[in-house]
Nanobody, 128 residues
Framework: QVQLVESGGGLVQAGGSLRLSCVAS????????MGWFRQAPGKEREFVAA????????DYADSVKGRFTISRDNAKNTVYLAMNSLKPEDTAIYSC?????????????????????WGQGTQVTVSS
């Protein structure tokens, strides 16, 4: 069983930056794909960014490309989401997600249903 805990959310003005962290504990594995998702009030949960087990491949939603950066430190069981040039439309609860793979696989998972473990979420609010 894997537990995920996010931190780093808060209130920031448009154009500002935040860095989210997600620490995994429990029966963690190096072969774990990680993702960040967000959900705004009244909207569906949407994909934000993902990173494969090795960190060698990442992908982002079009809405955040060039502004957000996902990274991971497997030695610390931590994945990060650096968010720059934040916009009011980025306001949402941000959750990290994980899925353990049984063999080496470099494909990106984009759908929430492809992940098995979820954190509680951290609120990001961007004011105008």
């Amino acid at each position: 069983q894997v537990q995920l805990v996010e931190s780093g959310g808060g209130l920031v003005q448009a154009g500002g930056s935040l860095r989210l962290s997600c620490v995994a504990s429990g029966r963690t594995s190096s072969m774990t794909h990680m993702g960040w998702f967000r959900q705004a009030p009244g909207k569906e949960r949407e994909f934000v960014a993902a990173i494969i087990w090795s960190g060698g491949r990442t992908d982002y939603a079009d809405s955040v490309k060039g502004r957000f950066t996902i990274s991971r430190d497997n030695a610390k069981n931590t994945v990060y989401l650096a968010m720059n040039s934040l916009k009011p439309e980025d306001t949402a609860i941000y959750s990290c997600a994980a899925v353990e793979i049984k063999k080496y696989y470099s494909g990106i998972y984009y759908a929430p249903g492809e992940y098995d473990y979820w954190g509680q979420g951290t609120q990001v609010t961007v004011s105008s």
